[in-house]
T-cell receptor, first 115, second 113 residues
Framework: AQTVTQSQPEMSVQEAETVTLSCTYD???????LFWYKQPPSRQMILVIR??????QNATENRFSVNFQKAAKSFSLKISDSQLGDAAMYFC????????????FGAGTTVTVRA | DGGITQSPKYLFRKEGQNVTLSCEQN?????MYWYRQDPGQGLRLIYY???????QKGDIAEGYSVSREKKESFPLTVTSAQKNPTAFYLC????????????FGPGTRLLVL
């Protein structure tokens, strides 16, 4: 299985501020997809954003954006204007065609939002 | 509404007992997956299926079994051989392909009595 590393077990952010979550991955492939999923206290996994490796432009979804550095194998998530509803566990995931399109997940980062 | 349903929400298993977790999807997805999540940890793949009547082991298949008799359904049985079954189990599905997003069900919490 591919290795996905999230080095920050926990992050805390003040409401309305910005927080960045880091993710690195190990691969020798050139074509793959990267995903960020959110798991709130309800434990329902929700897709936040995704990025194709061949696209140089960083993906953006409203207040969520990524910084994709292909050479460095880095895929960080930035949450801008943090809201109380952003409090959750965030998982980075990797998918490639050589592995039956299976997802490999990082261990997750718990985000706490302070009011 | 389209989506993935899992039942039950909570399940209690006695020692030596087999239990089955249900997963149903009406998204017309070809691929279905079972994951295990332990407290504070990421998701680990148990089994997956890309087509009816076919499935493959994931990273932690020992002590589990599955079937895929219908496209919509992918039940997971936790057998008595699984010595540490207490965990949160998530089912997911997707269309087949690199760009396809996996969608998740609400999960089943399995506890051992």
């Amino acid at each position: 299985a591919q290795t996905v590393t999230q080095s920050q077990p926990e992050m805390s952010v003040q409401e309305a501020e910005t927080v960045t979550l880091s993710c690195t991955y190990d691969t020798s492939e050139s074509d793959y997809y990267l995903f960020w999923y959110k798991q709130p206290p309800s434990r329902q996994m929700i897709l936040v954003i995704r990025q194709e490796a061949y696209k140089q432009q960083n993906a953006t979804e409203n207040r969520f954006s990524v910084n994709f550095q292909k050479a460095a194998k880095s895929f960080s998530l930035k949450i801008s204007d943090s809201q109380l509803g952003d409090a959750a566990m965030y998982f980075c995931a990797y998918r490639s065609p050589s592995n039956d399109y299976k997802l490999s997940f990082g261990a997750g980062t718990t985000v706490t939002v302070r009011a | 509404d389209g989506g993935i349903t899992q039942s039950p929400k909570y399940l209690f298993r006695k020692e030596g007992q087999n239990v089955t977790l249900s997963c149903e999807q009406n998204l017309n997805h070809d691929a279905m997956y079972w994951y295990r999540q332990d407290p504070g940890q990421g998701l680990r793949l148990i089994y997956y299926s890309q087509i009816v009547n076919d499935f493959q082991k994931g990273d932690i298949a020992e002590g589990y079994s599955v079937s895929r008799e219908k496209k919509e359904s992918f039940p997971l049985t936790v057998t008595s051989a699984q010595k540490n079954p207490t965990a949160f189990y998530l089912c997911a599905s997707s269309s087949f392909g690199l760009a396809e997003t996996q969608y998740f069900g609400p999960g089943t919490r399995l506890l051992v009595l």
